[in-house]
């Protein structure tokens, strides 16, 4: 049984919480909180029976196996490298960090303490994202593909209120291409690898963050167009885009269904019906742990590495700087 710590005590951990149910070999044994009155309030009400206000004493805990990074993507890095220097496993919730030097640091961090190191992108472990793979043949050549992830966020409003919420505050590494294109650009990277070029633009906020942008990933017959936002929502759907067809997802964070629509018109069905979502990197990550192995072709090294190293350029593209770039 693999034992997590939890950091955090978001809407986001209470989901984690819930698919560890669903995981074989899986369960929460602690919480840390920056409070005592939080952590024991969060525990009580999940039934966690240790709880921490230390990341070092959690960190060097006995009673824990692997912790899941869900703190503000500021933090990412600093947890993590924390926790593998205590010879912890960590899954460490997307974007992985801050840029792609701390990135770096976290994969060479993993290999010196030879602990499992996994970024939840949550699409690339659905089981759809598998059938797509296999069916994308069906297109025929690939010439393009629209991939849009773009929903107004509630914290918009507040911060249009003159509030400075996290989800806009450049101090976290926040931002709608860290929070919403990284779910376009995970799957992009994976099916296509990485592009010839790159071009990129944003709706900058006075507060320094992108509230929405697009990117174009352009490949030798073929280009990407990433499109996401925080400040504006849209029903429309993702599509991969080719001669003979075009896939159509419904969804490219969640991956619910897959149409493929052939030049003819006619359509076949290709998703099937999936669990929760943070269910496979969960169970995908106890896996690797319990069978010794470190990484895992589903998000390895290198397209951890690859995904950070593309947002981080189209960040300095659309001059959106965080203090962890300094």
């Not at 309030?41 to 004493?57: G, Q, R």
């Not at 701390?102 to 949550?122: I, P």
């Amino acid at each position: 049984m693999i034992r997590f710590g939890i950091i955090g005590t978001n809407f986001i951990t209470r989901s984690f919480i819930e698919a560890t149910h669903e995981v074989e070999g899986a369960s929460v044994s602690a919480v840390y909180s920056r409070t005592d009155e939080r952590a024991k309030t969060f525990a009580e009400k999940f039934d966690i029976p240790n709880t921490f206000t230390s990341l070092e004493e959690m960190a060097s805990s006995e009673l824990i196996d692997a912790v899941y990074v869900a703190s503000p993507n500021s933090l990412h890095a600093e947890q993590s490298l924390l926790f593998m220097r205590h010879g912890k496993h960590v899954l460490c919730e997307k974007p992985f960090a801050s840029n792609v030097e701390e990135v770096r640091q976290m994969l060479e961090t993993a290999r010196e303490h030879d602990v499992v190191l996994l970024e939840a992108l949550r699409n690339l472990f659905m089981p759809n994202f598998d059938v797509l793979r296999q069916e994308l043949h069906r297109v025929g050549p690939v010439r393009r593909v629209i991939l849009n992830k773009s929903q107004y966020s509630s914290r918009y409003d507040l911060y249009k209120r003159g509030d400075n919420p996290n989800t806009f505050n450049p101090a976290f590494s926040n931002g709608s291409l860290m929070d919403l294109g990284v779910y376009c650009l995970g799957p992009a990277l994976k099916l296509f690898g990485r592009p010839d070029t790159v071009q990129a633009n944003a709706v900058k906020l006075a507060s320094g963050v992108d509230g929405s942008g697009s990117a174009i990933l352009s490949y030798d017959g073929m280009d990407i167009i990433v499109l996401h936002s925080k400040i504006h929502g849209t029903d429309a759907p993702s599509e991969i885009i080719g001669e003979a067809g075009r896939i159509v997802i419904d969804d490219i964070g969640s991956l619910d269904r897959l149409t493929f629509v052939g030049r003819d018109g006619t359509t076949v069905e290709l998703g099937l019906e999936q669990a929760s979502h943070m269910t496979y990197e969960i169970q995908t990550f106890v896996n690797m742990i319990e069978e010794g192995e470190r990484e895992t072709e589903i998000h390895s090294f290198a397209d951890m590495l690859t995904l950070a190293d593309v947002m981080t350029d189209i960040r300095q593209r659309i001059d959106v700087r965080y203090p962890a770039d300094a």
